[in-house]
């Protein structure tokens, strides 16, 4: 984890390393979810993975759990197009209104 931001209220940065604590002993909660709710999941990330202030460390985690659902779920052609999604070049360009 890195260090919360200067801006960041004290008592939520000092959640945030409760939970963040808790998660490196190992505590775990289920999540249980179905195959399209996996596709979901993947192209949010993979849109969050756009914003110019998702880096370092926290893209690496939102990268690797994206990439986790596209291994542990999709194979063949879905799988294929959810790669694209992880590469800028495969973007639509933008429309003009």
Do not use: K
């Not at 919360?4 to 000092?14: Q, R």
């Not at 202030?53 to 799988?79: N, P």
Request: no cysteine; net charge negative.
């Amino acid at each position: 984890m890195t260090a919360p931001p200067d801006d960041l209220d004290p008592v939520i940065a000092d959640n945030l390393r409760q939970l963040y604590e808790l998660e490196r002993r190992g505590e775990r909660t289920p999540l249980y979810i179905g195959p399209f709710t996996a596709y979901e999941l993947i192209s949010m990330l993979q849109l969050a993975l756009r914003h110019p202030h998702i880096v370092g460390a926290q893209r690496v985690r939102i990268e690797t759990l994206a990439r986790t659902l596209v291994d542990a779920w999709f194979r063949g052609e879905l799988r294929d197009f959810l790669e694209r999604g992880f590469d800028p070049a495969h973007d639509l360009p933008r429309s003009s209104s």
